[in-house]
C-alpha cells in the first residue's frame, strides 16, 4: 500500500508551479493535502484539496499550517529566475532564512512524521560543473546565486542538525531546472524555458536570447521532479540529499532551436543579447544517487516535454499558431 494513501500532507508553497505537479500526484496516491501560500485566493487547486493562506514566516502560522499533518513537503521558497535574484539579493536571504527556520523548528515541534526539505543545484560551488551530492562546499555558490544558494545551504544544515540530534526523518532534493505545463510564464521573473515559450508563441522579431547561448544546463520535467519528490520522501528520508535532473543536457543555443523549432517558428531570427547575465557555464547534476535510491531512471525526454508545455501554453493563450510537431 503507498505510504501516502489516508495520510494528511502538508504542501508548502502550494501554488506554486513544482507543488502543483507535487500535489497531483500526491492525489494519485490517495493522500489527503493541505496547501498553503501566500495569495488569498487560491486558483487550479483540484478538488479536495484544502487551502490555507499563511505567511510561514511567523510561527503561529506554522503551527495552524501542521495541525493534524503526517507529512510536510516544504517547496515554499523566494525566488525567481537568474536576472531577478540577482537583483533581490537581501530579499532572498532573508526570507529564505526566515522561512526555513520557522517552519522546520515548528514541524519538529509538532511531531510530523516525515518531512522533506526542498534545495536547489543553487548550494554547489561556482567551480564545479559535474554536480555530485557529496561534493564539498569549500567555495561559495556562482556569484549569480549567492543569496539563493546560501540560503539553500543553511537549510541543509538546519535539517541535518535536526536529522542528527532529534532523530527527525528528513529528505532532502536538490531540483535542477524544473520545467513544464503550469509554470511561471512573467517575462521578467521567468526561467528560461517559459520565457523561450512565451516569446516564441508571440513571435518576437528578432528573438531575443539572453546572454551567449552557451551556457550547458540539464533540465527535469516537473512531473518527473514530483515523482522524485515522493520517492525521497519514501524511501530516503536520511538526510542525505539527492539531485532531481535529468541525464539530458543542452546548450542553451540547442534548446533556443529546439523550442523555436517546436512552436512553429523555426526560422526565427536570433539575438544574443549581452547586457544579460549566462549564470553559471554549465550546471549538470548527477542522477546517480536519483536512480541507486529512488530508482528514478526513466525521464520525460526534454522534446516531449517541451511539447506537452508548448501546448499547454498555447491552449490558455488562445495562440493561433499551430505548434510545430
Ligand atoms: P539558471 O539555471 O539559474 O541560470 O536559470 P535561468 O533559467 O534563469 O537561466 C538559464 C540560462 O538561460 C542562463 O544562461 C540565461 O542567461 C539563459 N537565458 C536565455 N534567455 C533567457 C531568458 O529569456 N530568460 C531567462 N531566465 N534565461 C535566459
Request: glycine share 8%; charged share 25%.
Amino acid at each position: 500500500m503507498s505510504l501516502y494513501k489516508n495520510r494528511r500532507v502538508l504542501v508548502t508553497g502550494g501554488l506554486g508551479f513544482l507543488a502543483s505537479h507535487l500535489i497531483e500526484a500526491l492525489g494519485l496516491q490517495g493522500a489527503i493535502v493541505r496547501a498553503v501560500d501566500v495569495r488569498t485566493e487560491p486558483e487550479n487547486l483540484p478538488q479536495g484539496v484544502e487551502y490555507l493562506c499563511a505567511d510561514l514566516r511567523q510561527p503561529a502560522a506554522c503551527q495552524q499550517a501542521l495541525r493534524g499533518v503526517d507529512y510536510v513537503f516544504h517547496l515554499a521558497a523566494v525566488g525567481w529566475g537568474l536576472h531577478e535574484n540577482m537583483k533581490r539579493q537581501p530579499q532572498l536571504l532573508s526570507d529564505n532564512l526566515l522561512l526555513n527556520t520557522t517552519l522546520l523548528d515548528a514541524a519538529y515541534r509538532a511531531g510530523v512524521r516525515r518531512y522533506l526539505y526542498t534545495s536547489s543545484s543553487a548550494v554547489y560551488p561556482a567551480y564545479l560543473q559535474d554536480l555530485e551530492e557529496d561534493s564539498p562546499w569549500d567555495q561559495p555558490p556562482h556569484d549569480s546565486e549567492l543569496a539563493f544558494g546560501w540560503a539553500k545551504r543553511v537549510g541543509e544544515i538546519q535539517a541535518r542538525v535536526y536529522y542528527r540530534h532529534y532523530g527527525m526523518p528528513i529528505a532532502i532534493v536538490r531540483p535542477a531546472n524544473p520545467y513544464g505545463p503550469g509554470d511561471n510564464f512573467d517575462p521578467k521573473k521567468s526561467h528560461v524555458i517559459p520565457a523561450l515559450i512565451r516569446r516564441a508563441m508571440e513571435r518576437e522579431h528578432p528573438f531575443t536570447v539572453w546572454g551567449t547561448g552557451s551556457p550547458v544546463r540539464s533540465f527535469i520535467h516537473a512531473r518527473d521532479a514530483a515523482r522524485g519528490m515522493l520517492l525521497a520522501l519514501e524511501k530516503y528520508a536520511v538526510c542525505e540529499p539527492v539531485n532531481l535532473a535529468s541525464s539530458e543536457t543542452t546548450t542553451i543555443a540547442e534548446l533556443v532551436k529546439l523550442v523555436v523549432e517546436l512552436a512553429g517558428y523555426g526560422d526565427a531570427q536570433l539575438q544574443f543579447d549581452s547586457t544579460k547575465p549566462d549564470g553559471h557555464p554549465r550546471k549538470v547534476p548527477s542522477v546517480r544517487r536519483a536512480a541507486e535510491k529512488l530508482g528514478l531512471v526513466e525521464y520525460i525526454p526534454l522534446r516531449e516535454g517541451l511539447k506537452e508545455t508548448i501546448a499547454w501554453y498555447a491552449e490558455r493563450h488562445q495562440v493561433l499558431q499551430e505548434p510545430g510537431r
